[in-house]
């Protein structure tokens, strides 16, 4: 199975502080993905690293990913309250593959 | 431009009867999938579509079935209900496969 596992399966900081998730994965990957959900919702992309970029940045999000260790990090620096939520790591192996989910990190934004 | 639509929102079921969940997204893409989503944990693929007129399985598939007809719609169904099946259900779409998934908000199902 190409899935991802996500870790620590649950995260709470307080808010201002980074926050730090983890997602490894089995096979080789063509991409790999993060995603958002808040409680109820739908997932919301955030950010898509490919298999040749080692490092990815938009707004407050770093990504960082190591196919030598098969595994990717996601950073939210300055937490607020309002990136409580699920994180997700999702990846394909090919332009021509489903994608997979990981199990999830939920991440707690104390005030 | 709604995105990806899913219906109905809610529904409960009897054990043994049938119903079909509707998925449709406006954006003309290829890919479109179904996902379940247990208490505390992740998606898992039920089956997927990688263009109109074809089907396959993913993770879970078993006591699924889908049609994807038009390439706007992905029809998940259950034929014969069983209370495992109570879930809550996403339905996406994405251009290809390895790109950015758009997702709907979910069919809360029960089956009692």
């Known amino acids: 199975s190409q899935q991802g596992e996500e870790d620590p399966q649950a995260l709470s900081i307080q808010e201002g502080e980074n926050a730090t998730m983890n997602c490894s994965y089995k096979t080789s990957i063509n991409n790999l993905q993060w995603y958002r959900q808040n409680s109820g919702r739908g997932l919301v992309h955030l950010i898509l690293i490919r298999s040749n970029e080692r490092e990815k940045h938009s707004g407050r999000l770093r990504v960082t990913l190591d196919t030598s260790k098969k595994s990717s990090s996601l950073l939210i620096t300055a937490s607020r309250a309002a990136d409580t939520a699920s994180y997700f790591c999702?990846?394909?192996?090919?332009?021509?593959?489903?994608?997979?989910f990981g199990s999830g990190t939920r991440l707690s934004i104390r005030p | 431009n709604a995105g990806v639509t899913q219906t109905p929102k809610f529904r409960v079921l009897k054990t043994g009867q049938s119903m079909t969940l509707l998925c449709a997204q406006d954006?003309?893409?290829?890919?479109m999938y179904w996902y379940r989503q247990d208490p505390g944990m992740g998606l898992r693929l039920i089956h997927y579509?990688?263009?109109?007129?074809?089907?396959a399985k993913g993770e879970v598939p078993d006591g699924y079935n889908v049609s994807r007809l038009k390439k706007q719609n992905f029809l998940l169904g259950l034929e014969s209900a069983a209370p495992s099946q109570t879930s809550v259900y996403f339905c996406a779409s994405s251009l290809w496969g390895n790109t950015e998934a758009f997702f709907g908000q979910g069919t809360r199902l029960t089956v009692v």
């Open positions: 999702a990846t394909s192996y090919s332009s021509a593959s489903k994608i997979i």
């Open positions: 954006m003309n893409h290829e890919y």
């Open positions: 579509s990688v263009g109109e007129g074809t089907t």
